[in-house]
């Protein structure tokens, strides 16, 4: 797994301040042209998510996609991390600190999981049962979020 920092982005930062404004964080968004409209999809998280949290933010960052994209035929959809999330890239942990995650080991061919106390660009620090330990991420395959651990 790599930390890829992000790279600056008109559409991330027109709409990243309002969903933080809404007391949650942007986890991924994903734009793609489909022959005639613009499929944006948008992750965002807070501890809990819900239909109604996705609904309000999507009326929230509605004008301002239209104004990226404006004539164009707008396909949004917002939703959550869900709860076994596959992790996309090591900037992505800073999102979930105190979640469950199961992260497999090309150091030892095995998953390891427990609680994540903290992240940075170099690696994350996990709590399980048997202690803490640090990952780096150049030995982290893949990771996903697993609510069994919390």
């Known amino acids: 797994m790599r930390y890829t920092p992000r790279e600056a982005d008109p559409v991330f930062d027109s709409i990243e301040p309002v969903i933080r404004f809404s007391g949650m964080s942007l986890v991924e968004l994903t734009v793609s042209r489909r022959k005639s409209s ?13 239909v109604d949290d996705c609904s309000r933010v999507h ?3 509605l004008p301002r996609l239209e104004l990226a994209f404006p004539g164009e035929d707008l396909y949004v959809e917002v939703s959550s991390p869900g709860i076994d999330r596959l992790i996309k890239d090591g900037a992505e942990f800073a999102h979930y600190p105190g979640r469950g995650l199961r992260c497999y080991r090309t150091d030892i061919s095995e998953w390891t999981g427990g609680k994540l106390l903290s992240s940075d660009t170099e690696k994350i620090t996990l709590e399980g049962k048997d202690g803490t330990i640090d990952l780096n991420y150049s030995i982290i395959a893949k990771a996903k979020l697993d609510h069994s651990l919390e």
Do not use: S
């Open 59 to 61: 009326r929230a960052i």
């Open 38 to 50: 613009v499929q944006i999809r948008v992750v965002v998280y807070k501890n809990t998510v819900g």
